[in-house]
């Protein structure tokens, strides 16, 4: 039997993003951007079936995955966001996968909370400038 895991990804400071600047026409394009990051451009790249997903709306993604899947989603999914949707911000966390669907809610939750919190450097600054900034 292979091993499932519960995989949540979050975008963090979905406001900020989306109210950056006071354009009502680009703010619409980044919140539908946000919405199309979660739901179609995830499982486009994921290529995962109705059933694995649980939730992919408003920021947030979670979804039942394999090992293997679950590695390559976590190592490839936030590049591949920086190319669609620059200065956009993934927080990602992955737990097992138990009969206690709450308890695994529960606990991914408190794991990308944590991740919120650790600093990130954008991927659009170049290398010279991340040396820096460390």
Known sequence: MNKKY?????????QSYIFGTDRLQEIVGASELVKTVCKDEF????????????????GNIKCIVDE????F????????????????????????????????IDNLEKKLRAQRNKATMP????????????
Not at 6 to 14: D, K, N, P, T
Not at 47 to 55: R, S
Not at 75 to 94: D, E, M, W
């Open 6 to 14: 519960l995989y949540g990804a979050s975008v963090q400071g979905i």
């Open 43 to 58: 499982r486009k790249f994921s290529n995962l079936q109705e059933e694995d997903m649980i939730v992919s709306a408003a």
């Open 68 to 71: 293997d899947r679950a590695k």
């Open 73 to 104: 989603i976590v190592k490839s999914f936030p590049k591949y966001v920086a190319s669609i949707a620059p200065g956009l911000t993934l927080s990602q966390a992955v737990v097992d996968y138990t009969s206690n669907v709450k308890e695994n």
């Open 123 to 134: 991927a659009d600054i170049g290398f010279m400038a991340l040396e820096r900034a460390r």
